[in-house]
């Protein structure tokens, strides 16, 4: 028999395991050659939200590939270590090592070449599919199928490239494995891989470690103040080693579960005695059970967060773009930008046949805001990068059609943003009333040299200033005026006061016109209202050529773009669209992937399982007794890290979400995404358990 009958043979033989390993590479290339294809998709360049939206879509990029390295290294090891009783056969009939070594070339360079073939021709069938679900999430911001399909060049060398790079490494992890064991270690290797020892002191302080490391992640991620404290000198670089920390110590606190389970269990005599086979392959095969648990378990987590991350900020765009933007048009106006009358915006919106159904010129003068609270004082702009200012209560309730009653030594702070207006009232407040430049200014210098109220206040000298204690503030939430951003707003705060004091500060005073329409064409009021304000301010069309909405300087006319709602609707889902998809794409993924790798195990284990049933018949045990060890060796296999992927997910994904005062709305949806991922996870359980008895043959 020549060397090439041998390879043939073999790959005959073979034939089911290395149609998996085929499968589970060509699906890494055809998810490398889509997402690739919307990194590096050039129509999508040019849109606005796809470029706001980029640094999420780069971020999920990075994901994928490290996912990628990942899985194709981890599924190449284990196939090459499933093989070694074979690998260990071959040279005890007189093959060499470098005719061993020759042959798995041989194999590895079909299963290159079939898996590019595949992954190529699958990611370019679904990339139809792909795009055509891209389309019906953006398809009010006006784009369609045929309209962002789009293949490049780099698409084919990101997925090739990475693919083939992994897997030259594991063709020199096979060599290294063929050549420093013998081919008594090889027999072994194949019944003992799953075999390790147990360190129940490493396991113990792991899981505590695991837990606390848990808890202090969600306790900064949901922006706790001892937590934020803790962070203050490095705030980006200890959330992330502290996530590190979570994913090394999980795999240690898993096999602690292991052990714990093993030692409760043989306290329980009745109980272990009934369940001795699974107990033994728990020993058995304590390694391969701990690995195994490990990467579903990483993979179903990944996979809920970020799926729950894009739905989030889907879902979070639809409950607040209402709260954010109340108005269908605002123009601020700031000293000589925007300097224009109520009667020529009427006169705009009426040339370009729209009919007004709500108007109103919010005044109000620009202020700064600074709280003295247990922890000193604080300037409200630069803790929370908001504006601030003060309105009268007689404008107040004309604008918002209220008759509150605010006293002389009263402060009414008003919020346009839900969650903040929930805060309680624990600090006394010093307003300095002033042009916004100045206000900045002021801000920036109070920033560079903090004080206490009583020193900063005798610093103000001439300038306009008021102050009130908590006991005499209190908040509200009204939707007085619109915000600028584009999927991130900043909120504004309204220093509602007493008419006589607000008239006695004599300030300078700006306004902000919001307006609501009746009937007619918004986009085209909007273009005339744009022509009309470049006319005033003396500018070409190059001003406000981009719908970007960026909060930032009042004194510079490039941010002071009037407000359209229907067009931050559009941007605010554009850049929603995006992540969703994106974060959705890659959430979908890992999560498929979890199920691909109990498929590759499964199938790769069947002959070693097939053994073992045998032996079990041959001492008494019956077809029922043999499916019913198989239904809890794989049922732990399946639902272990089901559970454990969606405790860590949800426990996440909750802390991201309390700043809102909607985390119950948002979070409703997470667990609609985890029961529909348990539902799966069950039809896929009752799918290969049904395969696996069948090629076991019970």
């Known amino acids: 028999m020549t060397f090439r009958q041998i390879v043939g043979k073999n790959l005959r033989y073979n034939l089911g395991r290395f149609f998996s390993y085929l499968f589970v590479n060509s699906f890494v290339v055809a998810v490398l050659f889509l997402y690739g294809s919307l990194l590096f998709n050039e129509v999508l360049a040019q849109n606005g939200s796809f470029r706001s939206a980029s640094p999420y879509i780069q971020a999920a990029a990075y994901a994928i590939l490290l996912f990628s390295i990942a899985f194709v290294a981890y599924t190449g090891i284990y196939f090459v270590k499933s093989r070694s009783r074979e690998f260990a056969l071959y040279l005890t009939l007189g093959m060499t090592d470098r005719d061993l070594i020759r042959m798995i070339h041989l194999e590895s360079l079909a299963i290159v070449a079939g898996s590019m073939v595949f992954g190529m021709l699958s990611g370019l069938l679904l990339s139809n599919l792909f795009y055509m679900i891209l389309g019906k999430i953006l398809g ?23 693919f083939i790079l992994v897997f030259l490494f594991n063709m020199l992890f096979t060599n290294n494995f063929i050549r420093r064991l013998s081919v008594v270690q090889m027999m072994k290797s194949s019944s003992t891989k799953g075999i390790s020892k147990s360190r129940p002191v490493v396991g113990a302080a792991a899981t505590m ?76 095969r304590f390694f391969s059970y701990k690995v195994t648990l490990y990467i579903v378990s990483l993979l179903i987590f990944v996979g809920i967060y970020f799926m729950g991350m894009g739905m989030s900020i889907y879902t979070y765009n639809d409950k607040t773009i209402e709260e954010f933007v109340p108005y269908d048009f605002m123009i601020e106006t700031s000293g000589a930008i925007n300097k224009i009358t109520a009667e020529e915006i009427k006169g705009l919106v009426a ?204 004194d510079d ?66 077809n029922k007794e043999c499916r019913s060890y198989l239904t809890t060796h794989l049922a732990i296999l399946f639902f272990t890290p089901l559970l454990i992927g969606i405790t860590l997910g949800t426990i996440y994904m909750h802390a991201e979400l309390l700043f809102s005062p909607y985390v119950g709305y948002m979070m409703s949806f997470i667990w609609i995404l985890t029961g529909v991922v348990v539902v799966l996870d069950v039809l896929l359980y009752l799918s290969l358990r049904k395969r696996f008895f069948r090629e076991v043959e019970v």
């Open 209 to 284: 470690i695991c837990v606390f490391s848990t808890f202090f992640l969600h306790e900064f991620l949901a922006r706790s103040e001892w937590a934020r404290d803790l962070t203050d000198s490095q705030p980006v670089l200890i959330p992330l080693l502290t996530f590190f920390v979570v994913i090394v110590s999980l795999y240690f606190t898993i096999a602690f579960g292991i052990d714990i389970l093993r030692t409760l269990s043989k306290r329980f005599p009745a109980f272990y005695n009934r369940n001795i086979l699974t107990f033994g392959s728990l020993s058995h």
């Open 351 to 554: 040339g370009a046949g729209g009919v007004l159904d709500s108007f109103s010129a919010l005044k109000f003068a620009s202020s700064q805001n600074f709280r003295n609270s247990g922890d000193g004082l604080t300037n409200y702009y630069l803790e929370n990068y908001r504006d601030s200012m003060i309105i009268s209560e007689s404008e107040f309730n004309r604008h918002m059609g209220l008759q509150l009653d605010v006293k002389p030594d009263e402060l009414l702070l008003a919020y346009n943003v839900r969650g903040t207006a929930l805060e309680p009232v624990t600090f006394d407040t010093l307003i300095t009333v002033e042009p916004w430049r100045q206000g900045i200014n002021r801000a920036e210098s109070f920033g560079a040299n903090p004080r206490g109220m009583a020193a900063y206040a005798a610093t103000l000298g001439d300038t306009r200033h008021l102050t009130y204690t908590r006991e005499k503030t209190t908040n509200i939430y009204a939707p007085f005026i619109n915000s600028y951003g584009n999927i991130e707003y900043a909120g504004v705060l309204a220093n509602v006061i007493d008419d006589q004091v607000y008239e006695g500060l004599k300030a300078e005073t700006e306004t902000a016109y919001l307006f609501n329409l009746k009937t007619g064409d918004g986009g085209q009021v909007f273009a005339a209202i744009l022509d009309g304000l470049r006319a005033i301010n003396s500018a070409d069309q190059s001003l406000w050529a981009s719908s970007s909405l960026v909060f930032g300087v009042k």
């Open 140 to 162: 009010f911001t006006g784009f369609s199928y045929q309209d962002i399909y789009y293949i490049d060049y780099r698409t084919f060398l990101l997925s090739l490239g990475v």
């Open 557 to 622: 006319v490039n941010h002071l773009r009037p407000i359209y709602k229907q067009e931050r609707f559009d941007v605010a889902f554009g850049i929603g669209g995006f992540t969703f998809f994106a974060f959705g794409f890659i959430g979908f993924l890992f999560l498929l992937s979890s199920g691909v790798v109990l498929y590759y195990k499964i199938v790769t284990d069947i002959d070693e399982e097939k053994d073992q049933i045998g032996m079990l018949k041959r001492i008494g045990l019956n």
